[in-house]
């Protein structure tokens, strides 16, 4: 996203960056949704983030000549009369993305579900693994990656200048998710990372009309019968990898709830770079202005993650103020240490 919004304004970068394959955007499901929590609140700043989000990624897809983002409709079968209650009393005091749906039994045919169901819109779906491949291809096409995995200990800051091996900038601005708790210049800050797991299913007799919840999410990927599964939040975990543990509870889950056949194809995990005030890290060093950050987007790094990389760029260029609730500033006494 930050290079995307370097091109756009006609500035000169190199992304350094070693491709992983665990990297938690490549797992992640690509979902905007605009509610959040057992209690339908409405997510941070959701107004302004999913329009300017949207819209980044029609220009990108433009650009490339591919549709990434696909408006779909959240269908939330309730996991008990409580929460269906809740839904109901949401739904009366504010109706602008929380919907009642007019077939409660419209959906008998996939799924078992005995306290009906609230449809969440506008939602979508973003096909980030496509987006990442493709962004990454055009960006070898202009000789604007370097694919190796970046050695701090080779980064030279000088007064207005930065150097990494045979490269000079004026700036670096680390995007270095999970990995930002090692990072020197930021590790003090409030980061809190945890990690989810997913499957991805086939399954040829569901529709791809919506994205399901009750509990685990079910959503249609770019490709034809295929569905990604999850998530969870683990904040203790051994390691990044796949447990059996999360497998086991969601093919329990999936077998009990989906009412047509599915075969698992994969069983991924990765680390979320969430933060304890679940804000992001956007801005400059306050004490080393030319060593930026672009971080902790967490869970919703799909909305959050063109509307604050194009605040940093417009700060960068041209001295726009960065959202308080975002900038790095606001942690100045911890990193002034």
């Known amino acids: 996203m930050l290079s995307w919004f370097l091109i756009k304004e006609g500035k000169t970068f190199l992304v350094i960056d070693d491709n992983n394959d665990n990297s938690s955007s490549k797992i992640a499901a690509g979902i905007i949704n605009p509610v959040t929590g057992r209690r339908y609140a409405y997510t941070w700043m959701i107004d302004e983030v999913m329009s300017f989000a949207i819209q980044t990624y029609e220009e990108i897809g433009n650009y490339l000549d591919i549709q990434f983002a696909h408006p779909k409709s959240i269908i939330d079968f309730f996991p008990s009369p409580q929460m269906r209650n809740a839904f109901i009393d949401r739904l009366s005091e504010n109706d602008t993305y929380l919907h009642s749906f007019p077939d409660q039994n419209h959906f008998n045919q996939y799924f078992n579900y005995d306290f009906g169901c609230g449809e969440i819109r506008p939602a979508y779906t973003v096909h980030l693994q496509l987006l990442l491949s493709l962004w990454r291809k055009k960006l070898k096409e202009l000789n604007l990656v370097k694919e190796e995995k970046f050695d701090v200990n080779e980064l030279k800051v000088d ?16 995007c270095d998710g999970a990995d930002g708790i090692n990072n020197p210049w930021f590790q003090l800050l409030p980061y809190a990372p945890n990690k989810g797991e997913a499957l991805v299913i086939e399954c040829n007799e569901l529709t791809n009309q919506h994205i399901f919840k009750k509990g685990f999410i079910l959503a249609p990927l770019p490709e034809e019968n295929i569905y990604w599964v999850g ?19 969601a093919t329990s889950v999936l077998s009990s709830w989906l009412k047509k056949p599915y075969t698992v194809l994969a069983h991924k995990a990765a680390v979320r770079p969430a933060t304890l005030e679940r804000r992001p890290f956007v801005g400059f060093h306050p004490q080393f202005q030319n060593i930026g950050i672009l971080n902790g987007m967490g869970t919703k790094g799909t909305s959050l993650a063109p509307f604050f990389a194009h605040q940093l760029v417009q700060h960068l260029v041209h001295h726009f103020p960065i959202a308080p609730e975002a900038d790095v500033h606001r942690f100045m006494r911890i990193l002034s240490k």
């Open 231 to 249: 998530s969870n939040y683990q904040w203790e975990f051994e390691n990044e990898y796949p447990s059996q543990q999360f497998y086991q509870q």
């Open 159 to 174: 007064k207005d200048a930065v150097s990494y091996q045979h490269v000079s900038a004026q700036k670096i601005i680390f």
